[in-house]
Nanobody, 111 residues
């Protein structure tokens, strides 16, 4: 059974940083593309970043140069380091692999 568990969300002030993590069981993340999506109230879920098995990476234009996706194959985890956070980054952040999704972790950027 595949499980994805996100963690690391929270409340941060504008300009601050957070790192969210995605821990997987039942699937080898190193063999798959792993994406981070986010969804805020009233908006569609949007792709934030994706890292593929060959380590190629893509980011949404809105987060380029601020967010960094990475993976630790030994721990079977994927991370999203978020810097220079803005109120518009407030959302529930989800990781996804193939057809599976985690439950999400809330990130709130507010003063």
């Amino acid at each position: 059974q595949v499980q994805l568990v996100e963690s690391g969300g929270g409340l941060v002030q504008p300009g601050g940083s957070l790192r969210v993590s995605c821990a997987a069981s039942g699937i080898d993340l190193s063999r798959s593309a792993v994406g981070w999506f986010r969804q805020s109230p009233g908006k569609q879920r949007e792709l934030v970043a994706i890292i593929r098995s060959d380590y190629t990476i893509n980011y949404a234009d809105s987060v380029k140069c601020r967010f960094t996706i990475s993976r630790d194959n030994g721990k079977n985890m994927v991370y999203l380091q978020m810097n220079s956070l803005k109120p518009d980054d407030t959302a529930v952040y989800y990781c996804t692999v193939r057809i599976w999704w985690g439950q999400g972790t809330q990130v709130t950027v507010s003063s």
